[in-house]
Every structure is written in C-alpha cells, then in structure tokens.
C-alpha cells in the first residue's frame, strides 16, 4: 500500500462537463431521486462509493426511532449565526427557513437541524482549507437549531460565497449551506446541501450534478421569499426538507394540532 | 391516500465538517472506562485500502437493558444520562473510537446491534449498516444475516479485542461492508 499522493488536476472544466453531459444522457428518463454515489465527474468518489448494491433489510425497533434533542442540547442563539463576534459579520444578510417533514407530509417536530457554511468570501474556518479568501472574525458559520410543533426551522446568517476546489482545474463550487437533519426515525438521517436560485456554477458541479433527475435537482434548491425578507434588514430564502424512510406508527400528538 | 412527497436528495459532508459537527464528548455515549463501558473502535478505508481520514460515524442503540432511549443531551453530555446516540469523525489514521455500552436485545430473542450511519468527503449520500455483537447466541436467527452469503455476513459482525469491539469499515474492494436499504 503506497500512501496517497496529491497530484495536481488536469483536466479542464470542459473535460469534466463533457464526462457530466455523457452520465446525463446516459441516465435520461431514470428518475433516480438520490445521488449517484459512483460519479466519477467527483474524483473523491472513485474510491469512496460502494460497487455492491445495499442489501434489503426490515428495519428493527431501533431504526424505528430516532435519537432524541431538546433545549438541553441547543440554546435557541445557535440559530443566528450573525451575532458569533463582537461585530457584524460581512455579506448579505439572509434568513433561512422552512419546514421538515416526512414523505407522508408530517412534521418532524423537536428534530436537531445543523448546519455549516462558508462566509460571503468563500471560505470556511477549517485547518485544511487553502482557498485565500479572507476569514472573517465575526461569522463561524455554523449553526444549530430545534425545529419547533410545526418541524419548522429558522436560521439567521450570511449568503455564503461560491469557493474554489481542487476536483479539476477552475473547479468553483456553487454556492450552498451544508444541513444535518433527523428524521423521525434514524433511517431518514440526511445530510444535504442547499443551494440559492439560478446559481450558474449549478451547470458545472459534479456534486450537484451527480443528482440527474432535475426534479430531484431542483428540491435542493432554495427559493427566495420576500415575506421572510425583513424591511431593512435581510433577504429571506425558503427551503422545505421532506425525510423519507420507514419510521414507527404515527401518533397523533396529545393536545390538538389541527 | 395522498401520494408521499418527494425525498430530499443527500448531498456529500464534504471535507469542511470538522469545526462544525464534532464537538467535546460525542463519542462517549458513556465515561470512558466507566463500569460496563466498552471501546467500539476500527477504521475505515477506501477501495484501495487506504485509511479515510474525513469520515463521520454515528451510532444509535438501545441500552445494555433492550430498551429505546429517548432522553436528550446528546450534545451536553451529563455522565449520567444515557442517550443511545454518538458520533465520531475518524483521525488522520482513519481510525475512529466510541466509548459505550453493549446494547441490549429490544425483543426477546433477537439480536442486537449498533445502528450506524456513515458519512464522507468524496460519499455523496450516507450508507446505513449494522454493526452486530461477535459470537451472540441469537445472530443465528437475525433475518438479515441468515439471508446473507457468509463473507458478507462476516462484514457487519464485530471481533471482541482487549478494550471491547473492533469494526472496520470498507466503502470498497475485497472485504467491502454490506450497507443496507430499509423496505
Ligand atoms: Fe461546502
């Protein structure tokens, strides 16, 4: 076993868009609802998919539930990830905010969602990030939150900026928030992107594209809302997230929730 | 009957998670070295055998009792509560290590197991596994490994060592894990 080496890419974004086009043509009419996990546009996924189909199982009792959060895990302030320094941090301003639910349209109530993103240059406050883009010290860009009796959320942040990555050459990924989210049972466990309007990188990226079915594509991505925009203040995106997978018998909550 | 809405596709954590979902305890779902706590530890590799270094597990199980824990505070660990959930990112050696506890039958007479998720730069959706106990009287009568081919089968149970279970993870190649889809 040779340890890996970093070589530098060499192909070109029209190299990697024309590997993209061929896999789309390849899988038109499919309606394949989930990412392909072997995408090679994604170099990273050569090694890292599984080559054997997953095994078909009943789910157990344990993967019938979920893990439990509650105030005791988060504090509501988690939610705006503007007030993380003494001053402003800088970008546009947005707030995000939607509902989770399950694929029978029930709300996923008390459910941690979690979410990490870059700041408005780009870039991430990580050791292994290299893009030289500035840090900003007001803005960590991450964030936590509970959604609350409806499965709502709601985050307060900055529009995070497209960053360069080292898939091929002049690779940029569009711009997006990365979210964490439980379901009402842990086989709806779901780690995504979220994505903003009419972004042109959408086009170029291995990692979106890697979803063919543009359906399926366009359920990543946010759309603007002008009554969550607050006057003065901020632009607001609205994004709904539905958890599919079996979970445990629905219950009707106690008091009415009609 | 409405028709079910249509799921949110996964995307890949990508390699930026580290400042954002690891945080201080997650993986001791109880004190290390605590009566009654085992190490739950291994690697995880890729196709060509080499360690992934920018992997996240999480595991959810039922107590040493059988029973489904449903307290909160995963994320501010008490010492005292059990919550059933961990979750551990993988070292520069791809090795990652959960403190916890044997998990218990939640039936009588079936086996039991860690439920576990796995997430990756360069894995753009989890895999869902199960991670079974070596050696327990009731795997010869679990659904799922008894419809399994005995190399596969092999892939989702654990091997006792000193400190408690070792399970490796393999995304690809010879000794690739059996993830799973649920019905
Ligand atoms: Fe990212």
């Not at chain 1, 503007?82 to 941090?89: C, Q, R």
């Not at chain 1, 979210?179 to 979106?208: C, E, H, K, V």
């Amino acid at each position: 076993m040779t340890a890996p080496t970093k070589k530098p890419p060499v192909e070109t974004q029209a190299d990697l868009s024309a590997e993209i086009e061929k896999l789309e043509a390849d899988s038109a009419g499919q309606n394949v609802r989930q990412p392909l996990l072997d995408y090679p546009p994604y170099r990273s996924s050569i090694l890292r998919h599984p080559t054997k189909d997953p095994r078909h199982a009943d789910p157990e009792t344990i993967e019938l539930w979920a893990p439990c959060f509650g105030n005791s895990d988060v504090d509501p302030l988690e939610a705006d990830l503007t007030i993380a320094g003494s001053n402003e941090p800088i970008g546009e301003r947005i707030t995000v905010s939607g509902r989770v639910t399950d694929g029978e349209g029930r709300p996923v109530r008390n459910q941690l969602v979690e979410i990490w993103q870059a700041n408005s240059a780009g870039r991430y406050i990580h050791k292994r990030e290299q893009h030289p883009a500035p840090l900003d010290p007001n803005f960590t860009g991450v964030g936590r939150c509970i959604t609350d009796s409806e499965g709502r959320y709601r985050f307060q942040t900055i529009k995070p900026g497209p960053y360069p990555w080292g898939n091929h050459i002049n690779a940029w990924r569009p711009a997006h928030i990365h979210f964490s989210l439980f379901g009402r049972a842990f086989t709806q466990r779901l780690i995504t992107q979220m994505y903003f309007p009419s972004d042109p990188l959408f086009a170029l990226d291995p990692i979106y594209q890697s979803i063919t079915d543009q359906k399926a594509r366009d359920a990543l991505v946010a759309r603007y809302d002008h009554d969550l925009s607050t006057p003065e203040y901020s632009m607001g995106y609205h994004w709904d997230i539905v958890l599919t997978g079996p979970s445990r018998t629905w219950t009707e909550p106690e008091e009415g929730d009609l | 009957m409405s028709t079910p809405d249509r799921p949110t596709p996964g995307q890949t954590i990508g390699p930026f998670f580290g400042y954002a979902l690891p945080y201080e305890g997650d993986a001791d779902l109880v004190p290390p070295g605590s009566p009654g706590s085992i190490r739950l530890h291994g690697k995880v590799y890729d196709g060509a055998g080499n360690p992934i270094p920018d992997a996240l597990l999480e595991i959810w199980q039922t107590d040493a009792a059988g029973n489904v824990p449903q307290a909160e505070g995963s994320l501010h660990r008490d010492g005292w509560t059990f919550t059933g959930w961990g979750r551990a990112d993988t070292d520069l050696n791809g090795h990652y290590t959960f403190s916890t506890v044997l998990p218990g039958a939640s039936e009588d007479g079936a086996a039991p197991f860690f439920a576990l998720t796995v997430f990756a730069r360069g894995l753009l959706d989890k895999l869902h596994t199960r991670i079974y106990l070596p050696e327990h009287p009731a795997n010869a009568g679990d659904p799922l490994l008894v419809s399994l081919p005995e190399d596969e089968r092999a892939t989702l149970v654990a091997t006792a060592d000193a400190t408690g279970l070792r399970f490796d993870i393999h995304l690809q190649g010879d000794r690739e894990t059996t993830f799973l889809t649920y019905r």
